[in-house]
């Protein structure tokens, strides 16, 4: 079983920044792919950003060049430092991370970790 534990939410000012960070423990597969994942109410669940074991990184076209993911593979860990924030960003924020053992592939979810922008 692996477990992603998720901190750094909160309210902040538009234009201010938040760090999110995700822990993942006990992994019993092999770690590809480390991601953010936002979803606000009424909407579905959107990609924010990836990064891959090689540190490649994707970003959704709404925070490209406002927010940054990384990673650190031996603590298991993954961030998401968002700046310039806007009132649009306010969301949960999924961790997730994807890998695969010898029965496919596999996907665990953080317990969310509210974001919340005001004007």
């Known amino acids: 079983q692996v477990q992603l534990v998720e901190s750094g939410g909160g309210l902040v000012q538009a234009g201010g920044s938040l760090r999110l960070s995700c822990a993942a423990s006990?992994?019993?597969?092999?770690?590809?792919?480390m991601g953010w994942y936002r979803q606000a109410p009424g909407k579905q669940r959107e990609l924010v950003a990836v990064?891959?074991?090689?540190?490649?990184?994707n970003y959704a076209d709404s925070v490209k060049g406002r927010f940054t993911i990384s990673r650190d593979n031996a603590k298991n860990t993954v961030w998401l430092q968002m700046n310039s924030l806007k009132p649009e960003d306010t969301a949960v924020y999924y961790c997730?991370?994807?890998?695969?053992?010898?029965?496919?592939?596999?996907?665990?979810w953080g317990q969310g970790t509210q974001v919340t922008v005001s004007s």
């Open positions: 997730n991370v994807r890998g695969n053992d010898a029965g496919g592939y596999r996907s665990s």
């Open positions: 006990g992994r019993v597969f092999s770690i590809n792919t």
């Open positions: 990064i891959t074991s090689g540190l490649s990184t």
